[in-house]
T-cell receptor, first 113, second 115 residues
């Protein structure tokens, strides 16, 4: 069974540029999460989807961050414009049910110069 | 305000000995707890979990203990192996308000197992 797939693995951009991350969850997993992990910290939730509905986006900085999961499968997280403080690892995870065991992708390491 | 706390940033243990990683939580509504393991440049991987109706769960060399009155859980690894060297995250979830279904993570403890 394929795991959670994320791309790209690494991204280097200049500040004020846009950037997008893509995630393909485990087949059949209706719950999808985007987490942010800063160096030396644990993952912090950005947004949670149940199918195509964003059921918790309270921690998503909506002035520059956006996300979508149009068909309830793949998801895209976008930052526009990127700031220096956005440099971090962006993790996607999926679960067969809310609050259940999460399966994480390898993450996207973003560096904003 | 951290709801899940791992107060030891690092732990060093000799191969073959026991590793004990600790985690404290503040929210009494948490009812499901998990431990994740993370190697560099990889995403966290699930290790073991425990429901609040239990006080112990065992899986091979890994055992998680839950003390609800103290709001404390611990992960025991016996015997420790060099391949166990990684960052371990404690996470909690609960059925409360709008955060139902969200896992809250601690900051992690970096375990080093020396040969």
């Amino acid at each position: 069974e394929a795991g959670v797939v994320q791309s790209p693995r690494y991204k280097i951009i200049e500040k004020k540029q846009p950037v997008a991350f893509w995630c393909n969850p485990i087949s059949g997993h209706n719950t999808l999460y985007w987490y942010l992990q800063n160096l030396g910290q644990g993952p912090e939730l950005l947004i949670r989807y149940e199918n195509e509905e964003a059921v918790d986006d309270s921690q998503l900085p909506k002035d520059r961050f956006s996300a979508e999961r149009l068909k309830g499968v793949d998801s895209t997280l976008k930052i526009q414009p990127a700031e220096l403080g956005d440099s971090a690892v962006y993790l996607c995870a999926s679960s067969s049910r809310p609050g259940g065991k999460l399966f994480f992708g390898s993450g996207t390491q973003l560096s904003v110069l | 305000d951290q709801q899940v706390k791992q107060n030891s940033p690092s732990l060093s243990v000799q191969e073959g000995r026991i590793s004990i990683l600790n985690c404290d939580y503040t929210n009494s509504m948490f009812d499901y707890f998990l431990w994740y393991k993370k190697y560099p440049a990889e995403g966290p991987t699930f290790l073991i979990s425990i429901s609040s109706i239990k006080d112990k769960n065992e899986d091979g060399r890994f055992t998680v203990f839950l003390n609800k009155s103290a709001k404390h859980l611990s992960l025991h690894i016996v015997p420790s192996q060099p391949g166990d060297s990684a960052v371990y995250f404690c996470a909690a979830a609960g059925n409360y308000g709008g955060s139902q279904g969200n896992l809250i993570f601690g900051k992690g403890t970096k375990l080093s197992v020396k040969p």
